[in-house]
């Protein structure tokens, strides 16, 4: 049985969406649930216009496990796929263990009121799921996600053992706008103004948020400013690849973002702790949130490249040796073939991706599983397959900071 409950309907959702009903050969009958069902049904018509095929919405509160287990009940997917918020994972692992569904999402869980994500608490489910016979894959986005795949394949093809790795993720794309970000701004902002923190020898080094700046040239981007940052798949990478001595991430911003962001912060309104705004509580974040662009409105402006890899130093054949393997992604292609930008994009494909792996038993496996565990192989032959071609160069040497 191929059909899939998708849960969530912002931008990376829409491009997930999208992908699945062009490949009916990967998925049977597709049906798309969120907050408000108005979204869904936007999505469904852009892909009714665009492949002719119909999806079914609906109307669900993720948060209510009850209401989520009565509608995988009536729909009766093989797969849920967790498109909604890092907040909602833990409420749709309940439920797709209640109802008997495999599970799968692209970023961590992270309570409401404490910014910190961490696997912990989802690898915690790994009996249960166990137990009751499903999978569960964590992180199928681009980063975690592709970024974990790029990770067991060096580790697969290009190198036999792998002593330092690096992420850099930049976006080259220039929306227009004053100040925007490129996916869900609660979770991106919590992400960014949080300590950056890297794994050494088996330690976790701590620095201030955005202290650690590095220049470096991306391929079809240019010369950026990229900062130190932590992010969800040092974790995973530093429990599954114990020989790895070092990880890094390292993420570019541009100086207005980041004069922007620090005058958010300065006047607080990036912070998480809620203060009275005309007799009730409000949340500055989520109020900020309210009044920045919508992710999935950036898409009509946005021009420009994504550039996301791994750059590995380790030794092959004896022999010491860097390889860099990455992908491009235009923001403009990526539009005309979903109607969402690159960002989501990158997101989207891999969860599609993800999916249609689990679904047609290639990747398979009781308990829950983070994606660096699984084979990469066919994943790394669908992502040329399906709009997210790699490519491999080897360096002349490691990175010299
Ligand atoms: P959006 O904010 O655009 O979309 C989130 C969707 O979830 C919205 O449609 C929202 O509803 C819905 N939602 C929120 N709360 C609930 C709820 N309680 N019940 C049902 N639906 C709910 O985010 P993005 O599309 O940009 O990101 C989606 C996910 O992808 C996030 O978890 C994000 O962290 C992750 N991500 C992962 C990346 C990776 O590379 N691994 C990169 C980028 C994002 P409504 O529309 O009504 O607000």
Redesign the pocket.
Known sequence: MKDVLV????????VAVHKMAKNPDLFGKITL????KF?CDAIAQSVKERYGVTIDTAE????DVDATAALIERVRPALLVN??????DLNLMEACLKTGTHYL???NYEPRDEARFQYSWQWDYHERFKQAGLMALL?S?????VTSVFAGHIKKHLLDRIDVLDILDCNGGDHGQHFATN??PE?NIREITAAARHYENGEWVETPALSTRQVFQFDQVGTKNMYLMYHEELESLAKFYPEIKRIRFWMTFGDQYLTHLRVLQNVGLTSIEPVMYEGREIVPLQFLKAVLP???TLGTTTKGKTNIGDIATGVKDGVEKTVYVYNICDHEEAFAETGNQA??Y??GV?AMIGAALMLNGTWQGEGVFNIEQLDPDPFMDMLNAHGLPWQVHELDGPLKF
């Open positions: 849960i969530g309907a912002g931008g990376v959702s829409s649930a969120s907050r408000r979204k669900v509160d993720a948060d498109l909604a918020l890092p907040y909602q999402d692209t970023a992180g986005g681009f980063d975690p996600g996916f869900n979770i919508e992710p999935s960002v989501s990158t997101t891999p």
